[in-house]
């Protein structure tokens, strides 16, 4: 690998996808000009940029047109002079307008590229992005990863293409301090709770030295403090984050920047681990970081702190299984493990269930295994019929992973109820062997988009 440079990454794409709009986030600041009119941005803007701990040289190209002459001819030019310069292609389309004719074309031309291309579907916050996304598919580069530029929704995704991408082209931005670590992206993973919980003393615990700063004051952790660690031969990066209060009670300026950047830690984390008090468990804000964690699509697990000062441990362990299935039934069978930082109870447990989720949550399910399981479900409790017409279920395929996602093709399936969908994700958690991982199962109308496919 290449140690230590910076990566080069280029974004684009046809007129009017969002590319500054990325670019501007991706930078942090409002750098290039933004509007609703396409052909604003005519030449190449660089800058620096981060993608949560990746260092970048951002390169905002024109938007691509397949003109041979004029203005728009030197526009494409620079943009192909972006793409041969660049490390990685970030190509965006508009999740809204779908796949053009134009976007077709220039998938064409990066489909012949030797370097990593990342295929990224744009506006595809709520549901107006789906039919983009499942389009995006036939553009022949891979796993279309949905985001809003706007919004910044889905950089969590971006980051771990970014990543892999970056693997592929030999580039390594944060080299092992000795040749005897492992190659290859670190695993994520967030410390979160409530203040005071002992975030930063269990990872001291964890790594076997006192990384962190720790003491019986609420807030000693400001920033989102990323510690290396080597286990079992797993490069494992720890961010140990602020503890979140309840909004209402957040009224300094300092504060609501570690907020944000503990929120920002949850975002870019692939597996967080919830700290609660055994003394105060399950309190509301407890409730609404875990609830945060299953809405980023983060893989889950609770732990329960200060267990040496429980004193009927069997009885309060079953107490506090029975209210993590009743209170967050969307993350049900995530592990909860009971640990003492001071004693090291239960340490040992930790990376081995960080091991097996993160193995869940990046599963992939073959198709047909997934109609095969789609069909037994329906035959056992068929959709309800709405206004005297059946709902009927045709297809199934998972469109992604980490969190795992499903699209069920089915006939009026704007009015398939609820509890219906419920009955599928809890079934695919037990079939697919899924416990604790978050499941997205979007619902859609029309023809099955695989059914030319070889």
Not at 46 to 69: C, F, H, K, M, Q
Not at 287 to 309: Q, S
């Amino acid at each position: 690998m290449s140690p230590g440079r910076i990566a080069s990454l280029a974004i684009v794409g046809r007129p009017n996808v969002g590319k500054s709009t990325l670019f501007n986030r991706l930078a942090g600041k409002p750098m290039a000009i933004v509007d609703d009119r396409p052909g604003v941005t005519r030449d190449r803007r660089e800058a620096r940029g981060r993608l949560g701990d990746i260092d970048l040289r951002l390169v905002d190209t024109a938007g691509y047109e397949d003109s041979a002459t004029g203005i728009e001819a030197r526009m494409r030019q620079q943009t192909e002079i972006a793409l041969a310069e660049a490390d990685i292609c970030l190509f965006l389309i508009d999740g809204r307008e779908g796949v053009t004719a134009l976007d077709e074309r220039f998938g064409a031309l990066l489909r012949e590229t030797s370097k990593p291309v990342i295929l990224v579907v744009n506006k595809a916050e709520g549901s107006r992005g789906d039919d983009g996304i499942l389009e995006a598919w036939n553009l022949g580069l891979g796993e279309p990863i949905p985001i809003s530029a706007a919004h910044g929704e889905g950089l969590g995704e971006l980051y771990q293409a970014v990543r892999q991408a970056m693997e592929e082209a030999g580039i390594d931005d944060d080299p092992p301090e000795t040749e005897e670590d492992e190659e290859g992206a670190p695993l994520r993973i967030a410390v979160a709770g409530r203040p005071n919980v002992g975030k930063s003393t269990l990872i001291n615990a964890l790594i076997g030295q006192e990384r962190l700063i720790t003491g019986p004051e609420a807030g000693l952790t400001r920033d989102a403090i990323a510690v290396d660690w080597l286990w079992d031969g797993q490069r494992v990066r720890l961010h140990d984050t602020a503890g979140l209060r309840k909004r209402g009670k957040v009224d300094d300026r300092l504060e609501r920047m570690s907020a944000a950047d503990t929120l920002r830690a949850i975002k870019f984390a692939e597996i967080v681990l919830l700290l609660i008090d055994a003394e105060r468990p399950f309190e509301k804000q407890d409730l609404n970081i875990a609830d945060r964690v299953e809405t980023e699509g983060r893989g889950l697990i609770v732990l329960v702190t200060k267990w040496d000062l429980v004193k009927d441990k069997a009885a309060t362990l079953a107490e506090l299984h029975e209210k993590f299935d009743r209170l967050l039934p969307q993350v049900r069978g995530a592990p909860l493990i009971p640990v003492s930082a001071l004693t090291g109870f239960g340490l040992d447990k930790i990376m081995p269930a960080v091991a097996a989720l993160h193995k869940n949550w990046s599963v992939k399910v073959k198709t047909r295994d997934l109609n095969d399981w789609l069909s037994e479900m329906v035959a056992r409790h068929p959709p309800p019929a709405v206004d005297g017409k059946r709902i009927r279920p045709k297809y199934m395929a998972q469109t992604k992973a980490r969190p795992p996602t499903f699209v069920l093709m089915a006939s009026r399936a704007g009015q398939l109820p609820d509890s219906y969908k419920r009955y599928l994700v809890n079934g695919l958690r037990e079939a697919f062997e899924l416990p604790g991982v978050p499941i997205r199962l979007i619902v859609k109308a029309g023809k099955n988009p695989y059914a030319d496919k070889g």
